[in-house]
């Protein structure tokens, strides 16, 4: 599979600017989340089990064992990207924020940042501190959790936030020069093509600079597991994806990366559905449905020039 040659990849991008490929280390930075811990709400989104993302145990060992072990696994790179995956990164006090970052940043090997978030939890004193690291020459990526546009699908999943919250701190960031990759969900509860591409019409209209698509999956732990057991929620199955996700790359304008355009989750955390249980069997899916339909920007008239030479995945 080679995803580069339909649709611009944020792998293949770092690879062109960096000249090597550049991967992307997880890290629990010890965050909470307002949305648990009882400052907006107890219970969480409801599709949320951050430990079907990530191993929480790694939380007890420090942002440079937490790197070197990774960057010990792997073969194919000798630089990487920082990323601040686990629940609200950019929740705590700056001088917190700063010691987190920075001791990412002093391994030699770190080319930069990426800060995952939600779109109501960004202070203004975090975005002056990436912008530094940004001024300092370091790829720097707030990855905003947005999920859906809809405001009426947000309470429904109890994000906690809405669609304003979003678009205010993604002008702030902008007007900084940080650069914004927005995640999305395809097949939430209620949400239907028409939606998912409203909501990227939004996303596009607020200004982006990177995407990632997840197929929503029921994991256990979470709300909507509840919901699922009950009967009152069928995800998606992998044709509906790939058909929803083919058709919002084709909408998107080529100079926008993809991240990603695909999620998967390990059994017995993963409830449904059982193909999120592979992660290339989607990203193949995508890539088929593209390279017979168009690729990134088409529906646009956007034809996206690929570099035959890279084989990069997104990440
Ligand atoms: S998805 Fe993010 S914002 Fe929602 S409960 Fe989980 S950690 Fe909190």
Redesign the pocket.
């Known amino acids: 599979m080679q995803l580069h040659l339909v649709i611009n990849t944020f792998g293949a991008d770092l690879q062109r600017r960096y000249g090597e490929k550049i991967y992307k280390l997880t890290l629990h930075g010890g965050f909470t989340?307002?949305?648990?811990d009882g400052t907006l709400g107890r219970g969480?989104?409801t599709?949320?089990n951050?430990s079907s993302i990530i191993d929480e145990s790694i939380q007890v060992k420090s942002i440079h064992q937490q790197l070197a072990q990774q960057a010990n696994q792997m073969k194919k790179s000798k630089r990487y990207l920082a990323y601040f995956q686990?629940?609200?990164s950019t929740y705590a006090e700056v001088d917190k924020l700063r010691l987190m970052y920075q001791s990412a940043l002093a391994s030699a090997d770190i080319v930069g940042l990426c800060v995952g978030t939600?779109p109501d939890c960004v202070p203004n004193e975090a975005l002056t501190l990436l912008a530094e690291y940004q001024q300092q020459g370091y790829e720097v990526w707030l990855e905003l959790?947005l999920q859906t546009a809809n405001d009426h699908t947000q309470k429904r999943i109890n994000?906690?936030h809405n669609y304003a919250d979003y678009h205010y701190t993604v002008q702030k960031a902008r007007q900084l020069g940080i650069k914004v990759c927005t995640h999305l969900i395809i097949g939430l509860p209620g949400e239907t093509k028409r939606d998912n591409l409203s909501t990227l019409n939004q996303v596009l209209d607020s200004g982006v600079d990177g995407l990632k698509l997840h197929p929503l999956h029921i994991v256990e732990g979470s709300i909507m597991a509840q919901s699922w057991r009950a009967g009152r929620i069928t995800p998606l199955t992998l044709d509906e994806y790939v058909d929803i996700a083919g058709e919002l790359i084709r909408h998107t304008p080529k100079h926008i990366l993809f991240h990603r355009i695909s999620a998967n989750a390990r059994k017995p955390t993963l409830l449904a559905p059982e193909w999120c249980e592979n992660h290339w069997l989607s990203m193949n899916a995508v890539d088929k449905n593209l390279r017979q339909f168009g690729g990134q920007g088409q529906a646009l008239g956007d034809v996206y020039r690929f570099q035959s030479h890279l084989d990069v995945n997104c990440e």
């Not at 989340?33 to 648990?36: A, E």
Request: with cysteine.
């Open positions: 989340c307002p949305n648990r969480g989104c599709f949320c951050v686990a629940y609200t939600r959790g994000r906690g």
